[in-house]
């Protein structure tokens, strides 16, 4: 499956972004997706997951009541819905897609395909 990400550019502080990752290949369904983060200088880091079919969602406690996770119902396309941003979301947003599941926290581990990210700029 290949994974395409868009929608990152510069914000205000206290903005919102909207990030859209879209699916090819073998269909988005078959896999549990995520959002993953990486700031300059930084680790990459888990932001938000959800299972293969939306029934379950998973987030970091920095994302946990900003930012939403969510699929279309051709599940083919996974959308990051990001309020409230601050200067710390910074960072190259990347999707992943994977058949694992950790319902209590999200691992790079689990996820075996990756888009190419995003850049989320948030000015202060």
């Known amino acids: 499956v290949q994974l395409q990400a868009s929608g990152g550019g510069l914000v205000q502080a206290g903005g919102s972004l909207r990030l859209s990752c879209v699916a090819s290949?073998?269909?988005?369904?078959?896999?549990?997706m995520a959002w993953f983060r990486q700031a300059l200088g930084k680790e990459r880091e888990f932001v938000a997951g959800?299972?293969?079919?939306?029934?379950?969602?998973l987030y970091a406690p920095s994302a946990k009541g900003r930012f939403t996770i969510s699929k279309d119902n051709a599940k083919t396309t996974v959308f990051l819905e990001m309020t409230s941003l601050k200067p710390e979301d910074t960072a190259v947003y990347h999707c992943?897609?994977?058949?694992?599941?950790?319902?209590?926290?999200?691992?790079?581990?689990?996820?075996?395909?990756w888009g190419q990210g995003t850049l989320v700029t948030v000015s202060s």
């Open positions: 992943a897609a994977g058949s694992r599941w950790h319902p209590e926290q999200g691992t790079a581990s689990d996820y075996d395909y």
């Open positions: 959800i299972t293969r079919f939306g029934a379950s969602t």
């Open positions: 290949g073998r269909s988005g369904s078959y896999y549990n």
